[in-house]
């Protein structure tokens, strides 16, 4: 059964650097997702990507925040310059329909 | 806006007791309405969807829900809790017509106990 993967599960970096979280879809899907779970807390939607461009995004995807369909595979998030309040899970979605999204295993983010 | 709104952050029952979830949303018009489970360390899984068509919805793992529109909630059910069922989940709405961001309630972790 096709499934979206993320790598890496878990990365840590320091306060100031800049990170890249992969994510590759299911191969036929047109939607794509990411939203972050900071520990204890509920998910939270960032961004979703169709057709080549950010469909739509929340307050927290700032400037900060990039995503990239770079080569019709993988999907991914930029951090620019992390901050220790973007420690959380991230995970990434997608869909075929825009609905009944289908989510990754999540990559685990720890700013120090 | 839409918002969910999932009544007790932790639900104790005993194995092969009924096993009942909460979920009420808010939203202007009727929403499609997810159930996810997320096991530790795990991503998040569909459950089950409404929709359109009959309210009562079946999942995977022998969970079903209802939505119930005069009540605005979508409860998650299942007859005979097993141990396998602990696990933290997820209900979630979708605004029909727009970008289909999903909007998560606060989560209900369900523990199992002999």
């Known amino acids: 059964e096709p499934e979206v993967t993320q790598t890496p599960s878990h990365q840590v970096t320091q306060m100031g650097q800049e990170v890249i979280l992969r994510c590759v879809p299911i191969?036929?899907?047109?939607?794509f997702y990411w939203y972050r779970q900071i520990l204890g807390q509920k998910v939270e939607f960032l961004v979703s990507?169709?057709?080549?461009?950010?469909?739509?995004k929340s307050e927290i995807f700032d400037d900060q925040f990039s995503v990239e369909r770079p080569d019709g595979s993988n999907f991914t998030l930029k951090i620019r310059s992390t901050k220790l309040e973007d420690s959380a899970m991230y995970f990434c979605?997608?869909?075929?329909?825009?609905?009944?999204?289908?989510f990754g295993p999540g990559t685990r983010l720890t700013v120090t | 806006a839409q918002s969910v709104t999932q009544l007790g952050s932790h639900v104790s029952v005993s194995e092969g007791a009924l096993v009942l979830l909460r979920c009420n949303y808010s939203s202007s018009v009727p929403p499609y309405l997810f159930w996810y489970v997320q096991y530790p360390n795990q991503g998040l899984q569909l459950l089950l969807k409404y929709t359109t068509g009959a309210t009562l919805v079946k999942g995977i793992n022998g969970f079903e829900a209802e939505f119930k529109k005069s009540e605005t909630s979508f409860h998650l059910t299942k007859p005979s809790a097993h141990m396998s069922d602990a696990a933290e989940y997820f209900c979630a709405v979708i605004h029909t017509g727009t970008a289909s961001k999903l909007t998560f309630g606060t989560g209900t972790r369900l523990q199992v106990t002999l």
């Open positions: 979605a997608s869909t075929l329909f825009s609905y009944e999204q289908y």
């Open positions: 990507f169709y057709n080549n461009e950010i469909s739509e």
């Open positions: 191969s036929n899907h047109l939607y």
